[in-house]
Every structure is written in C-alpha cells, then in structure tokens.
C-alpha cells in the first residue's frame, strides 16, 4: 500500500494537467469571475489577473480579514483565497496605451474572464468584436448578477441580493423570524457553471477552431439550486416556506446541543429502522415502539418531543462521539464544525484540500484545492496569490513577446 501511494504521488507531480498551455487573462474582482480563474490555475492554465492601481481588485480593499488586521493592498485574505497560482498585472483601461496592452494581452490569451456590468468592457475599448479582430479564437466568458440582456441586466447587487432573488432567502430560517439571508453563496454556485462553460467552449474550439462568447448570468445559476423546491410548485402548486432546521420528510432533522462550549451536532433520520438504530444507540430502547414515534408521521406529529428526547441525549456527549456512535450504526450524523474546525478536519486534511503557501506579505497562509482529483491531470498549487502588479515585467517583456515570436 505504501509503494502505491508513493507511485501516485510521484505521478503528481510529473502528470500534465488538464488546463496546461491554456492561456487567460482575468479582467475580473471579487469572487465569481477569479474564482473560476483559480480553478483553470490550480490545473494548469497561465492565468493573468488583471487590476489597476486606481482600482484594484474590490477584494484587496472592502473585505477583512486582514493580517494582523493592518489594512493593506497585499494582505487581504479574501483575495488570497481567490487568486493563488495567477501572475499579477496592471493595466490602466481609461487610457488609450492600456487598452491598447489590453489587446495585446488579448491576442496572447485563449480565454478572457470578465465580471463587469453589461456593456463596460465594450465601451473601454476591449468588447468582444475588439477581441475577435486581434484574436479571432478567443473564448470570452462574461460573469455578471443577471446575465447581459433583459430588463433587469443592468441592475447592480451583490450575492446576497442573488440569493434572494433566487428564492433561497425566503425559504432560509424559521416561520415566526425573518428570513435569513445567505450572503454570497450564489457568487460560489456560479463559478461551478463556469468552469463547465468553458471547458466546454475549450473543447468546441479544439473540434472547430472557433471561439465563443459564454454570457452566464449568476442569478440563473442559483435559481439550479431552487430545483426541489421548484418541482414542489409545479407539481403540486405549492409554496415552500420556511421551517427551520425541519424536513417533510425525516424526523428527527435538528441541531442538537453536545457536551462543551457551543457545541452542536446535526441528526437526520428518514425512515423507521434509522429510528429503531438511533433509540438503540441512546440506550432507549422503549421508544420504539412508542405510538408517539413509531412512524415518520407520528414523530412528525410530535416533533418537539422527539427534539427533546434526541436533545437529552446528545447534551451529555461531545459532538464527536455523536458523530462515531451514529455513523457506526448507520444513522446520518454531523458535527456542526466552526471555520476553526475546517482547518484541522481530518479529512480535508487526507485529501490535501489544505495547501500552505508563504506570502510575502501576509505570511504562512492556506489555499483551497479543488473539490475533485483528476488520477490523470492532478491539480498543482505552489505560488500564493500576486502582489499588485507583481508581473507586469515577466508578463509583458517575455510572455507576450515569446507569443509574438511564436505567432511569427
């Protein structure tokens, strides 16, 4: 066993990956846009981040945490996470001599990621029949809140106003509360989408030598996620609301209090003999066969006394033994970890979804990997994020000359 992983991760480390020789250059801040530049990034790609000083990344100056909390352009940690492997570059796009090096990075790149409001990019100088005249099998991939058309294509937000407008904040908490509001969780959604988008605009272009413009509008991803309760409507014509940490179908399906400070672990149970397992594993045999909980709609029906029986239980155990007892005995459970926890789960850790990396400003800190691995195109991540403008000189003095060269 030992020989075997030894030989995978040798293999690793000598595999071509799956985005290798693709080149892109990301006129894109924040998340939703670099976001799918790091993935490209982590598997292979050149990946170009393009800003200025006059407006850098919006994740270099709006979003804590920072190190040490001393603001600073190169020590944000939100930008870290979204931008590791990529080269920095700046680029002033008001000025004519900008656009014009725009272009020319252009022309070089294989794909251009953009998250401006409609139409932005086209009055700069660089839209997409500019690009096709420099590089007429450029791929460009537009990002934005709602797409670039329609009534409301130029309507700005932020992922928390997509997350409502998707439905998912009106069915997010309790029924006698507010709704809660789920922050940027659309923005995330998206950048799956547009990972697939262009992979496969990538391999329509290998196919037939043409290139193309991907418009994916977050909000349409999002509402993807809204499926169940979207069949539930059309089907059935029925609303979902809000209920909390409850379910139609299972019970019990709460939060429940373990031994320690603030502890917590996550039940679910969705059919009688997940039932019979879990009252076996807290020593209560006798509800069983209790009429109050012998069946799903009975348990429904007396859902705040199965919350209290389960609630009872869980208080005297860490949340891990919770997790231990009822896996072992086939019952879905999970501890409710903080973000502390994330970084020492052990699985994570086995998967190496935890990178370390040393910024030169912010220090020791951890990129994410990829949710998936490739046996054959592994994913790679050795440099952190860019300084702003930490390229400006290797990409335009020698990648954009060598692509010149080559063109020639």
Known sequence: MRHALCAFYRMMETARQVFEGIKVAEFAAVAAGPAIGKHMADHGALVVHVESYERPDGFRLNYPPYKDNKYGLNRAGSFAICNNNKYGVTIDLKAKEGVDLALELIEWSDVVIENFTPGTIRKLGIGYEEMKRVNPRIILFSTCNQGQTGPHAFHPGFGSHLSSLCGFTYVTGYPDRLPSILGPYVDFVAVG???IAVTAALEHRRRTGEGQWIDLAQ???GVQFM???LLEYGTNHRVVERDGNRHRFAAPHNTYRCKGDDRWCAVSVFNDEEWKALCEC?????LISDPRFKTIPARKEHEDEVDKEVGNW???LTPEEVFKKLQDNGVKAGIVQTIGDLFADPQLRHRSFWVPLDHPEIGRCHAEGPPFILSKTPFKIDRPAPMI??????VFKKFLAAGKKAKD
Do not use: D, F, S
């Open 314 to 316: 869980t208080l005297g």
């Open 193 to 195: 989408y547009g990972v």
């Open 227 to 229: 499926i169940p309760a």
């Open 282 to 286: 807290m020593g209560r045999e006798e």
């Open 219 to 221: 909000y349409e991803a």
């Open 389 to 394: 403008g930490e390229h400006n000189e290797v």
